[in-house]
């Protein structure tokens, strides 16, 4: 279970590191999948660190189902955490090369926004079902405020994201 903890951590430290020996990135005009791909000196390292990440959140889904008593709710907490393991780990392995305007999306671009997004769908139905987990306890009232507030601000910035919309798309990414 410490990996719910530690692999978010791990990742924001190495995404961090990625970005610091690219010196050309920046944080809010570029998605960090652009830490990743060729056009960058040094890709192996978000690239790993990605595929690390999603093996950790995989690791942590198991842990859910073992700790939480594997009654339906914590089955479906760990497909979530396993289903935004694994988008990550594809994420990691298929590249955005973040086309130009106007260019053909290849298919790596696809499979890599494809996994990408289901990682990210998946992370928002692990907060549905823990909210879902804590309904009778103390907590449920700001846990279900702050998932209100994801989806509502995280879905609109997807579609921008996935549409390659334009703008700070660093800046929707990580809000």
Do not use: W
């Not at 660190?49 to 093996?55: L, N």
């Not at 990691?92 to 130009?100: C, M, N, S, V």
């Not at 305007?101 to 790596?108: D, K, V």
Request: charged share 10%.
């Amino acid at each position: 279970m410490i990996l719910g903890i530690l692999a978010p951590l791990f990742i924001v430290t190495m995404v961090i590191i990625a970005a610091e020996v690219n010196p050309n990135y920046s944080h809010l005009y570029y998605a960090v999948s652009k830490l990743g791909t060729s056009s960058v000196p040094n890709p192996d390292i978000f690239n790993v660190s990605m595929i690390t990440y999603g093996f950790m959140m995989c690791m942590y889904a198991y842990g859910v189902y073992g700790q939480l008593g594997r009654d339906r709710k914590a089955k479906i907490m760990a497909l979530f955490a396993a289903l935004h393991g694994m988008g990550t780990v594809l994420a990691g392995i298929f590249h955005d090369e973040l086309l130009a305007a106007g260019q053909p999306y290849t298919a790596e671009v696809i499979l890599h926004t494809t996994f990408a997004v289901t990682s990210y769908l998946a992370l928002l139905g692990m907060m549905v079902t823990f909210n879902v987990i804590m309904r009778y306890t103390p907590f449920r009232k700001g846990l279900l405020r702050l998932t209100v507030i994801v989806f509502a601000v995280g879905l609109p910035l997807l579609a921008l994201f996935i549409f390659k919309a334009g703008g700070p798309i660093g800046l929707y990414q990580r809000i």
